[in-house]
């Protein structure tokens, strides 16, 4: 018995074992399981975090190439009409061109030509052909020009020139002023055409475009700079004055015209009663500031000295708002009718007993032809 009791006992110990132990492996069991289910739903985020990342991606990917697809459309659009209206420009500037033959055979353009072109090469071979951005030049005569080591100012052009020279000559005029000089181009054209009347120009500028670079300037800084100008004249330092007077001064030297034209330094319009004193104008070109009211300014400062029967007004860039509006104060301030000639920068003369046939074939002349 006592033997059967010592089994029941050591039996009952290592069932009490064996329930200890399988307890602990349960346990150890579920803590492992718990582990793994929580290490399980981490994984289970985080590759869905990354399938909405990649949802995302693919959407925005999707809307990108919509939009892409959208954006070639539209550029594929813009560049139908950039070549529908690159064929329009073209077709404009061929009909621009066939205006312009008819005139550019004009006998008196042709004369003209023939006559100042080859005279003038000093004088163009010494400056730069320069248009403004997006224009394009009808012919050789159709450029304007500038000193090669400044930005501004710029010239007429060549036909220009050769309308101002021809009117003054065909209408036999004695006495001229100009307001700009800017370096002497115009005053060339003009004072060739003084020469054969036995005229006389005076030109003058205050140098400040070419001081500033630049259209646009304020009247106080124009007067303060003929100051500085005059001062540097008064101590005899030519050298320092302005490129565009010394390139006038070498330009009328080369064409002997010294004695036809002088050139000035002033301020416009206080400064031209002195200028002018007792003379009396037959031609006027008012080329000054395009600004404010400077342009009617400097028609009120030479109205005075007008010839009360007979004179040229000549003005240039008229496509400019200040300068239209003086071409028409000047010609209801004389009685007169402007009269338009399409040369590219729009020149405009205001006249009185002038010849009409003189400009007409000025207009009859020009490369722009109603363009």
Known sequence: MLYLSIIATAASAVALGLAVTNRRRSKRLKTQ??????????????????????????????ASASNLDLHRKKIDSIEERQAHCQKEVDHLRGEAQNLAMLPTWHPTRVALAEELRPRLVPITDKLGPVLFPNQLAFDELDWMYKLPDRKFPYSLTFEEGMMM??????????????????????????ATAFEKTGGHLISADAYIEEEM???IYDHASAQAHVEKLRQLQRDKQYEQLPRGLQFAMEGAAALKIESVVDYEIACSPEGVPDLLNDRQLDFAFIDGGHFG???VLDVQSVLPFLHPERFIMMFHDTQCEAVAKAVHFAAQATGTQPFSIHTRNRIVAVT????????????????????
Request: hydrophobic share 40%; aromatic share 8%; net charge negative.
């Open 33 to 62: 399981l718990a582990e793994h289910q929580a290490s399980a739903e981490q994984q289970i985020m985080r590759l869905r975090s990354e399938l909405d990342r990649s949802i995302a991606q693919l959407s925005e990917r999707s």
């Open 352 to 371: 009185k007993g002038i010849d009409p046939k003189t400009l007409h074939t000025c207009r009859e002349m020009t490369v722009r032809q109603a363009v």
């Open 213 to 215: 670079e630049d259209f």
């Open 165 to 190: 020279h021809y009117l003054v000559a065909a209408n036999e005029l004695k006495s001229g002023y100009e307001i700009a000089t800017a370096f002497g181009f115009s005053s060339f054209f003009i």
């Open 293 to 295: 009211e400077q342009p």
